[in-house]
């Protein structure tokens, strides 16, 4: 089981992304790359959408075809065959009768080893079929706690999270943006999760992080 099959959570970047496509999207089918277990799977379906999910795990497409939902085998290092997966998933779920109104990425892009590749093919094919939203979600790895530890001397690994070990790039905000912006996306919507302390057990009273020290001060303003 992986540190990643959780239940739906309505605070979290699963279900912000089920509020976003729910608020301003059409319904039609949904696209999810590198879906893994995909909680928001149920949801997205019960708010009228069409969902299809693509991943190289078979225990994780396992788990979906289980609850009833579709999904593709697909391992996105493959950036070359990535259009005819995209194809291939479509036409199994509903052939030419419902057009792709999203396709989602999320907390995907930092486990690849050239995200840009990958959006830069995904782009040219939601160009093709006048796909308009993509949704992304990415861990900030300039959250405050991370600073703290780096400033300290600090780099801590962990199985999931923002510094999961299997991450092979980290992102900031403006590096999200600018890596979206190079490949021909622009920002329409969002909805950041804000949490006080990240998920990196750094004790909430060490002086880096707490707001009554001059360092932790320092390191807040920054």
Known sequence: MSAYDVDFDGELSHGHIVDLLTE???????????????????????AGFTYVGLDADEASL???????????QFDLSDVDGLPAALDAAVHEVSGAERAVVAVLALDVLEHLVEPQLVLDRLAGWMGERSVETLGVSLPNVSF????????????????????????????????????LTRTGF??????????????QEWPHDHPLIRPTTAVGAVVRRA
Do not use: N, Q
């Open 144 to 179: 405050r706690d991370v600073a703290a530890k780096l400033v300290a001397g600090r780099w801590d690994l962990a199985e999931s999270g923002l510094l999961d070990r299997t991450h092979l790039r980290f992102f900031t905000e403006s590096s999200m943006l600018e890596l």
């Open 186 to 199: 622009d920002e329409a919507h969002r909805h950041d999760v804000v949490t006080e302390y990240s998920d």
């Open 62 to 72: 396992a788990s979906l075809r289980e609850r009833g939902v579709a999904g593709s």
């Open 24 to 46: 301003h999207v059409e319904r039609g089918l949904v696209v999810d790359l590198g879906c893994g277990y995909a909680p928001h799977a149920e949801p997205l379906i019960a």
